[in-house]
């Protein structure tokens, strides 16, 4: 219990935290979003209208930065994060909501599959060591040392361009009308298999290789030893004692991961030309669409804290060590 209630403590303060920087750090910036608004539509927008667009997002010089801050956390208990410029005004929860799904899908599928698969591997390489398994490992050391875009690219060049199995850009084709149809399932399927391959591709060698090298650590463990004289078998051994150790450290790796899911692998989002929220991060700071900005950075931060939060909760499952040393 003190284990729970000390770690809640811990995200609830963090969570204040990055909500209350997330608050001053627009208004730390220099001018303010509604002013740049008004630059970009020069004599098309009356004084009346921008005080009323400098109420809308509590820019409004009448209240203090205590009541300001007030009315931040009532709109954002209220779920209301403001309204994007870039966008024509519209809600940044409606425009964040149409960009996820087409993140969380990508990465998250591609991130998933790669922890699962080159924590398997990892896992047999380690335990099968100084094997013939071993020659994964300079090809695990290659792949994870080359940057996401640069193997997008190569993807590109060799699976678009000179193969024409896949294509290069976007979400689904040109001329498909979007909807909960096999037709634009198909499409949509179609046109991610390659940017997810290439980020499975890209992360594996990491996974592998930690998991690998944390497999050769507890190896040498006293309890595995002991496993093995009492004549447990080999795949007992290695899921129940050895690799269940050993993919601990993997948690925090795979929580933080999983928690950058909501910001998109950027560069892969750029190069692919993918609808996600990395590519709408980019467009809102290019935009200086400082509302959208906010809610993509809070919607990032809370992500990774939940993130976290499922990965202790997991760690204290697999590990009690963990919830004793809280105790």
């Keep these: 219990m003190r284990f729970a209630l000390r770690r809640a403590a811990f995200y609830a303060f963090t969570a204040w935290a990055a909500i209350t920087i997330n608050f001053f750090l627009p208004r730390m910036m220099k001018g303010d979003p509604v002013s740049a608004y008004l630059q970009k539509h020069q004599g098309r927008i009356s004084p009346e209208a ?16 205590w009541e300001q801050y007030i009315d931040y956390w009532k709109l954002l208990l209220g779920g209301d994060l403001g309204r994007s410029f870039s966008h024509g005004l519209a809600p940044v ?9 087409w993140t969380v899908g990508l990465v998250g599928i591609a991130t998933v599959i790669s ?3 080159g924590t398997t591997i990892g896992a047999i390489i380690g335990w099968r060591r100084g094997r013939a398994s071993d020659a994964v490992i300079p090809i695990a050391t290659f792949f994870s040392t080359v940057p996401y875009f640069w193997m997008g690219l190569i993807a590109i060049a060799t699976f678009s361009t000179a193969l024409g199995w896949f294509p290069a850009s976007h979400a689904y084709g040109k001329g498909t009308r979007p909807g909960l149809t096999f037709e634009f399932i198909g499409e949509v399927l179609y046109h991610g298999a390659l940017p997810a391959l290439t980020i499975v591709i890209a992360s594996l ?26 004549g447990l078998t080999t795949r007992r051994v290695v899921t129940a004692y050895a690799a269940r ?6 948690l925090s790796s795979f929580a933080l991961a999983l928690g950058f899911i909501v910001g998109g692998t950027l560069v892969m989002e750029l190069v692919f030309s993918y609808p996600g929220v990395g590519k709408l991060l980019l467009d809102a700071t ?3 669409d400082y509302p959208l900005m906010q809610g993509l950075f809070l919607v990032i931060t809370l992500a990774v804290l939940l993130a976290n939060i499922l990965a202790d909760i997991a760690y204290a499952i697999l590990d009690p060590r963990a919830r004793q040393a809280e105790a």
Excluded at 50 to 65: H, K, M, P, S, V
Excluded at 245 to 250: D, G, I, K, S, T
């Design 286 to 288: 290019n935009a200086k």
């Design 245 to 250: 150790n050993a993919v601990l450290p993997q």
């Design 115 to 117: 922890f699962f698969l």
């Design 50 to 65: 921008a005080n009323a667009l400098r109420t809308l997002f509590g820019l409004d010089t009448e209240r203090n930065l």
């Design 93 to 101: 929860t409606d425009v964040i909501s149409s960009a996820l799904p």
């Design 205 to 230: 060698g990491g996974w592998i290789l930690g998991m690998r090298n944390m497999m050769i650590t507890v190896l040498d463990e006293d309890y595995v030893t002991v496993a093995q004289a009492k």
